[in-house]
């Protein structure tokens, strides 16, 4: 049975601080990797997605990166705003959309 | 173009009561998916369509149940509501790309359930 673990569960930082959240899981047969980003009480926004055959993914000032055989992920964020602070979630994808979520992390960048 | 609508997005139900609550996914996604989310279990899968078929199931008890329309709209029952069903459930639509193979799953708001 999968299962994914995050930490740190919460995180303060002051704006501009570079930052990385980690991920991991159990099995390393998974079909992608997603980073997912929640704001208070609503859905979840998609940030990054890796797929298995991949190392890293970057948007802006995200990077994930992905080690299937020590089965880690880390979501890295560049100069850190304000707007970031949002519950980083990190999910394994195991086939027909089954995704497995980690409890997440819970940023606050403070102006 | 427009997302995947969740319906109702609130709703309070009593202890033994029934729910049904709606999923439209993006227009061309075939694959729907249902996801509980509590402050104390975190995000937990509760069952993915495709086509009109449960290809997967969480574990979960028989009371929750769903099914897909021929148009790919979703809907989840849950039945004899308990105070331990209370909240906020979430339905994803996702779309293999063709180019890259990923699976991309795109979620709604969600719809929050308050059993008293």
């Known amino acids: 049975k999968q299962e994914v673990t995050q930490i740190p569960a919460a995180l303060s930082v002051p704006e501009g601080e570079n930052l990385v959240l980690n991920c991991s899981f159990t099995d390393s047969a998974i079909y992608n990797l997603q980073w997912f980003r929640q704001d208070p009480g609503k859905g979840l926004t998609s940030l990054l997605l890796?797929?298995?055959?991949?190392r890293e993914q970057t948007s802006g000032r995200l990077n994930a990166s992905l080690d299937k055989s020590s089965g880690r992920s880390t979501l890295y964020i560049a100069a850190s705003q304000p707007g970031d602070s949002a519950t980083y979630l990190c999910a394994a994808d195991s086939g027909y959309s089954t995704l497995t979520f980690g409890k997440g992390t819970m940023l606050l960048v403070s102006p | 173009k427009a997302g995947v609508t969740q319906t109702p997005r609130y709703l309070i139900k009593t202890r033994g009561q029934q729910v049904t609550l709606s999923c439209s996914p993006i227009?061309?996604?075939?694959?729907v998916s249902w996801y509980q989310q509590t402050p104390g279990q975190g995000l937990q899968f509760l069952f993915e369509?495709?086509?009109?078929?449960?290809?997967n199931k969480g574990n979960f008890p028989g009371r929750f149940s769903g099914r897909q329309f021929s148009n790919s709209r979703s809907e989840m029952n849950v039945s004899t509501l308990e105070l331990g069903d209370s909240a906020l459930y979430l339905c994803?639509?996702?779309?293999?790309?063709?180019?890259?193979?990923?699976?991309?799953?795109?979620f709604g708001a969600g719809s929050r359930l308050t059993v008293l």
């Open positions: 227009s061309g996604h075939r694959s």
């Open positions: 994803a639509s996702s779309l293999r790309e063709l180019m890259t193979g990923a699976n991309v799953l795109t």
């Open positions: 890796i797929q298995s055959s991949q």
């Open positions: 369509y495709f086509s009109e078929t449960q290809r």
